[in-house]
């Protein structure tokens, strides 16, 4: 299975300076369960915005253009098609996490999009690629607690390709 999962803002922002420009643990800990012993793809400057280091109890894959780019623990592809045959072979689910170039690249391939959407507008300069709704369908939506640590309402939202 191909999915792309993301936080965005009531604009579709994703990101500032190549960080998440809001604290929500809530969109932490889900990010995390729907993750956890499966595969992440993201691109370069995602990874770096995350530190440049893998996630723990997950496989990682980088995709640049970058031929000589290389990082630990991880692995480093070139194309999308090589990120594709990857994804074909495996059994575990591989999840598409950033930027926005990437979820543009591999949103065509996706089967699932799980999607947080906080309901706040927040300043940043990166925004979620175009989705064409008419070919996706919600089937799972949850609101997420709202308390002292998690200040904003938000939802999960859970689509399949049509």
Request: charged fraction near 25%; proline fraction near 4%; charge should be negative.
């Amino acid at each position: 299975m191909l999915a792309a999962i993301w936080a965005q803002d009531k604009n579709g922002m994703i990101g500032r300076d190549g960080q998440l420009p809001w604290r929500l643990p809530n969109d932490l800990k889900y990010f995390k369960k729907m993750t956890v012993g499966n595969i992440l793809v993201m691109g370069r400057k995602t990874f770096e915005g995350m530190g440049a280091r893998p996630l723990p109890d997950r496989e990682t894959i980088v995709l640049t253009r970058d031929p000589s780019y290389t990082a630990e623990n991880v692995q480093v592809m070139h194309s999308i098609e090589e990120v594709l045959d990857i994804a074909n072979q495996q059994t575990k689910s591989v999840f598409i996490a950033g930027g926005s170039k990437i979820y543009q690249l591999f949103l065509p391939y996706c089967d699932y999009l799980y999607r947080t959407i906080i309901d706040e507008v927040f300043a940043g300069d990166t925004y979620m690629s175009d989705v064409d709704w008419s070919h996706w369908k919600l089937i799972e939506k949850k609101e997420g607690v709202v308390d002292e640590k998690n200040l904003y309402k938000h939802q999960f939202e859970i689509y399949e390709k049509v």
